[in-house]
Structures are given as structure tokens and as C-alpha cells.
């Protein structure tokens, strides 16, 4: 069964900062990925969706993907206290299962 | 308005107790899924059902049941309650069950069993 690996664990930055989670896949099994923010208590907020190798922009959020190494990261551009949650990354098999990694807690300062 | 609604959001049961999750979507989607979020643990997938057909089942015990008694509802049966069950359960849709297809997800419900 693939497995996901999350990093940082967590990570507190400065608004206005840049933020960089990184997903790495044991396996090649999944066909696209995801970013997913996950605020207490509430349901998950898809952020961006990722098919191809390079990179993908949905309004602060920017994904990369590198199928090789099977890695994929996010970066939060400016990012402001209410982007304070946990971002999960997952890998989309056949199905439409995802596979997630445990999540990034990040915290933005004012 | 949320398009996934859960219910209970909050649920508490006694070991060997039985209890329904319930689901329902108002998104005119032909797929639904559950995942489970236990502590410390990934958020992991455990079935999925496409037009209340179901697709794909992960989940080892039989004490857990899906049901779908109507296109847009995916309740959850768990029976025999064990303490390890406590964890927060989501529920999820999509159109279809195809790769790349995109998941919503409810708020979840979160399951404590002493």
C-alpha cells in the first residue's frame, strides 16, 4: 500500500512570508495529487489539483510535481493568519482513492 | 449552505454499542466515499460507492456497513463498537469514481467510544 510522506510536521511563518510543504510518494501508483487544508473542525478544502510534472497556480497556492522523484510541494504565497491550518497532500489511484499524508500544521504570525 | 451534510457532527457510544453515520449530498453526484482520520494517524480511505453500487472497500472488518438507500445518502453501520473506532469519519462525493474526478468532503463526524 502507498505510503505518504509529509514535511515539515509543522511550521510557523511570518505573514507575507512564503511556505513550503513537500510530499514524497513511496510508490508510483497514484496518477495526479492534491493539496488540502484542513481548519479544526471542519471539512477538507481542496486547494490545488496537479496531473502533470511542473508546476500548477490556483491563486496564492502553487503546486509542483515531480513524478521522478515522486515528490510534489506547495507553496503559500503571502500567506495570512486565516491560511493558519493543517494542509494535507494526497495521491489520487485508481477509483478516485486518495492517499493522504498525515499534514503540515502551519501556523502564520501576524 | 454545505453541499456534504453529516450527522452527527459530535458522537459518543459505550463499547460493543452499535451506530449510523449519516451522509447525504446535494452536489447530483453518482459517487460517495468514507474516509477515517484517527489520531496521529492519515486521513484513510475506507469505501466507496458509485451509483450505490459498491466499488472498493479497505476496511478489513465487517463491523463496518455501508448503506445507501437513496443515490445522494451513504450512511455508515458500525457495529460492536471498539474503542480503536474512535476517530473522526468523513464522508465524500464525486461525479464518477474516475481518476482525477474531484472529492468534496463533509465536515465530518467525530466518534468517540469509551
Known amino acids: 500500500q502507498q505510503k505518504v510522506q509529509q514535511s515539515p510536521e509543522s511550521l510557523t511563518v511570518s505573514e507575507g512570508a512564503m511556505a513550503s510543504l513537500n510530499c514524497t510518494f513511496s510508490?508510483?501508483?497514484?496518477?495526479?495529487f492534491r493539496w488540502y487544508r484542513q481548519h479544526s473542525a471542519k471539512g477538507l478544502e481542496v486547494l490545488v489539483s496537479i496531473f502533470s510534472d511542473g508546476e500548477k497556480e490556483e491563486g496564492r497556492f502553487t503546486a509542483h510535481l515531480n513524478r521522478a522523484n515522486l515528490h510534489v510541494s506547495l507553496h503559500i504565497r503571502e500567506p495570512q493568519p486565516s491560511d493558519s491550518a493543517v494542509y494535507l497532500c494526497a495521491g489520487n489511484s485508481a477509483g478516485n482513492k486518495l492517499t493522504f499524508g498525515i499534514g503540515t500544521r502551519v501556523l502564520v504570525r501576524p | 449552505d454545505p453541499k456534504i451534510i453529516q450527522k452527527p457532527k459530535y458522537l459518543v457510544a459505550v463499547t460493543g454499542s452499535e451506530k449510523i453515520l449519516i451522509c447525504e449530498q446535494y452536489l447530483g453526484h453518482n459517487a460517495m466515499y468514507w474516509y477515517r482520520q484517527s489520531a496521529k494517524k492519515p486521513l484513510e480511505f475506507m469505501f466507496s460507492y458509485s451509483y450505490q453500487k459498491l466499488m472498493d472497500n479497505q476496511t478489513a472488518s465487517s463491523r463496518f456497513q455501508p448503506q445507501s438507500s437513496k443515490k445522494n445518502h451513504l450512511d455508515l453501520q458500525i457495529t460492536a463498537l471498539k474503542p480503536d473506532d474512535s476517530a473522526t469519519y468523513f464522508c465524500?462525493?464525486?461525479?464518477?469514481?474516475?481518476?482525477?474526478?474531484?472529492?468534496?468532503f463533509g465536515h465530518g463526524t467525530k466518534l468517540s467510544v469509551l
Open positions: 465524500a462525493s464525486s461525479q464518477e469514481t474516475g481518476r482525477g474526478e474531484r472529492l468534496f
Open positions: 510508490d508510483g501508483t497514484s496518477n495526479n
